[in-house]
């Protein structure tokens, strides 16, 4: 999954805390195209993660990965897996 965002078209910057410049992304400007995913399917989260696609369901079904329904189908959101992945690195660490 490549994901890129045309910038040329679509950019802001964002003056960091230490005098340094960001250039993020404004989404408002971007094309559907260039739109990363909001949310991820099981199979997605499971590739990025490196795990089997069982792993994702069993995470999601303990409530360590949060996930909502979508019609008939779960999706995962980026804030959700940011907040699963934060949540690792911390406790990898205590």
């Known amino acids: 999954m490549d994901y890129l965002f045309n910038?040329?078209?679509?950019?802001?910057?964002?003056?960091?805390?230490?005098g340094t410049v960001t250039i993020k992304p404004n989404v408002w400007l971007l094309t559907a195209d260039d739109m990363p995913p909001m949310l991820f399917t099981p199979e997605d989260v499971a590739k990025l993660l490196h795990v089997g696609r069982p792993m994702?369901?069993?995470?999601?079904?303990?409530?360590?990965?949060r996930s909502m329904k979508v019609g008939r189908c779960r999706r995962i959101s980026a804030r959700a897996l940011a907040d699963y992945v934060a949540a690792m690195d911390q406790e990898a660490f205590q």
């Open 7 to 18: 910038l040329d078209t679509a950019r802001q910057a964002v003056d960091d805390v230490n």
């Open 56 to 65: 994702v369901y069993n995470l999601m079904n303990s409530g360590e990965l």
